[in-house]
């Protein structure tokens, strides 16, 4: 029950002007995510961007905004963000599974078979994951 109170549109609205006043008062990373979740990924980018001033390696918030910027169609900061999760926080599967996502969107199935082979390894079974690996893998074959 709280956390539908915590997504809800208003509650979003009141926690990002909250954020804009007074960015140590919020938790960034979690406000990131929920701004993705909630469908607002350029909010969440700018989120996440100003958490990142202040922890420039924080692996979760550079997930979050790489995971923004893909949402707004910029494959390629999304890459860039993702690469760079991947190295803060290299036994996290989640940035590869993205990272994977972007590759394909990006028309470069071989790569991203690899880069989702390492999410799987990483993070054991994951149907988003086998979904994109097969689509990935049939796409290379075509390739």
Avoid at 5 to 23: G, H, I, V, W, Y
Avoid at 88 to 113: K, M, N, Q, T
Avoid at 135 to 142: D, H, I, K, N, Y
């Amino acid at each position: 029950m709280v956390a539908l109170a915590l997504a809800t549109p208003e509650n979003l609205d009141a926690r990002l002007l909250r954020f804009r006043s007074d960015p140590g008062g919020e938790d960034a990373v979690a406000l990131a995510h929920a701004l993705l979740e909630a469908k607002r990924p350029r909010e969440a980018g700018e989120v996440a961007k100003r958490h990142l001033q202040d922890a420039p390696d924080h692996a979760e918030a550079l997930l979050y905004l790489g995971r923004a910027w893909m949402d707004q169609g910029d494959l390629l900061r999304a890459q860039k963000t993702l690469l760079q999760a991947a190295r803060a926080d290299a036994r996290s599967p989640a940035p590869y599974r993205w990272l994977g996502e972007v590759l394909l969107r990006r028309g470069d199935p071989e790569r991203a078979a690899r880069v989702l082979d390492k999410a799987a390894s990483l993070g054991g079974p994951d149907p988003a994951v086998e979904r994109l690996a097969s689509r990935a893998a049939r796409l290379a074959r075509v390739a």
